[in-house]
Structure formats: C-alpha cells, structure tokens
C-alpha cells in the first residue's frame, strides 16, 4: 500500500509538473515572437525614416532649384519689360517732339531711325515667336521712312503700334503654328507660347523640344527626347489649346 500510494503521488507530481513546463514553453515562443515582431517594426521605422530623411533632402533640392528657374525667369522677365519700357518712353519723347514741331518732322526723322535700330536689335534677339513677321513690320516702317513715302509722324503711329503689339505678346500665352528650322530643315510646327519668356514646340512627326538661348544670345531649338519631359510639354500644350489659362503649369528646365 505504502509503494502504491508512494507511486500514485509522484505521478501526479509529474502530472501537474508537466502542463506547468509546457505553459512556460508556450509562453517563451509568445514572447520571442513578439520581440522579434518589434524588432521588425524597429528596423522599419528606421527604414521609413531614413527613406523620408533622403526625400525631404530630395524635396529641399527640388524647391532650391525651382528658387533659383524662378528667379532666372523672373530676371528675364524684367530685363524685357524695363527694354520695352525703355523703348515706350523714348517713343513718347519722340511722340512730344513731333507734336511740337509738326511743321518740321524731318528733323526728328534721324531719331525714329535711330530707334528702328534699337527695335530691330531687339526683335532679333527676343524669343523666336513669329521673329521674320515681326521683323518684316519694322523694316518696311524703316524702307518707308527713308524713301519718304510715309512721313515721320506715321511712322511714328506705326512705330508705337508695333510697340504695343510687342508688349501684348509679352503678356499672352498660348498655341500657335509656325514654321522654324529645326536639325537644319524648315518644319511647320505647333508652339506654346509663355509670354515672351518660354517657347516650346510640336513637330508633325510628334517631335518636342524648345527655344533656348545660348551663352551668344543666339536661340537654339533643343529636342526634348525624355518621356516625362515629353509629357509636360504635351499637358501645357493641350491645356492652352483648351484655353485654361488659370492654374499651374509644370515644365522642362529651359534654363
């Protein structure tokens, strides 16, 4: 009796020992699956946190660079319209003197020729929008004047007409069609005008690119062949062509 009773307590010793050790068991796997759950979600936290880290950098680098196209745009943007300022001004005097001196316009006729020259230096540098029209209507103004088939006083008209027409084009934006040489050939394409700041075009052959001018101040025309670039080119010709006119606008780096 004494062995059995002996044997049945251990056993139950056992018994009750065991579920105790595989509870602990069961909980060491718990918490080593949490840890390591942790331990993941730390490393990526960190991940995420230096991926954000590298794209605020990223972003800062982006705004410092639109900083620094914006402020060249506005630059340029400000040396034309203190040049045509400029041009305003001197036709105004000029304008004065002729209304002064009506019965003696030809002695101001050397100072409208001098300002021909300083138009036509103007319009042969400027963006290259419609450059031979433009610069047709201020030659026959001076080829009229010299031969004195028109007088000074309409030149003079004719002069500030052109002017005025100069600066709504500084003011417009928008989709024109007209023929440039491109790659050493003549092609009649599509260009989306920004004031006279920016232009871009669209061959036939759905060629993009855009006029950029160089350190001599001569404007090249430069084919855009990146696909994201291509495509902002696309959205700002299609929006004009809509007529949107407010909003944002987003463009190749012509600078």
């Not at 790659?183 to 060629?207: C, P, R, S, W």
């Amino acid at each position: 009796m004494k062995l059995r009773d002996a044997l049945i307590a251990n056993s139950l010793v056992i018994f009750l020992l065991m579920p105790n050790q595989s509870f602990a068991q069961g909980e060491s796997k718990v918490l080593s699956s949490l840890a390591q759950k942790i331990v993941d979600l730390r490393s990526e936290v960190e991940n995420l946190n230096t991926e954000n880290n590298a794209r605020k950098e990223e972003m800062r680098g982006e705004l410092k660079s639109l900083t620094t196209r914006k402020a060249a745009l506005e630059a340029q943007i400000q040396a034309q319209q203190l040049s045509v300022k400029q041009s305003v001004e001197r036709l105004g005097t000029i304008k004065n003197e002729l209304t002064k001196s009506s019965g003696n316009s030809d002695a101001l006729k050397p100072l409208i020729l001098s300002e021909i020259v300083k138009i036509k230096a103007w319009v042969s540098k400027s963006l290259p929008f419609q450059r031979q029209k433009r610069m047709k209507v201020i030659s026959d103004i001076d080829k009229n004047l010299q031969a004195g088939t028109i007088t000074a006083q309409k030149a003079m008209g004719s002069l500030w007409a052109f002017i005025e027409d100069e600066l709504r084009l500084g003011r417009e934006n928008g989709v024109h069609r007209q023929t440039l040489v491109i790659d050493g050939q003549e092609n009649l394409v599509n260009v989306a005008k920004l004031g006279m700041i920016a232009m871009f075009y669209q061959t036939t052959d759905n060629k993009y690119g855009y006029a950029k001018k160089d350190s001599a101040g001569v404007y090249q025309f430069i084919n855009i062949t990146d696909k994201a670039q291509v495509e902002l080119v696309v959205n700002l010709m299609q929006g004009l062509k809509k007529q949107i006119r407010s909003g944002a606008y987003t463009i190749p780096n012509i600078l």
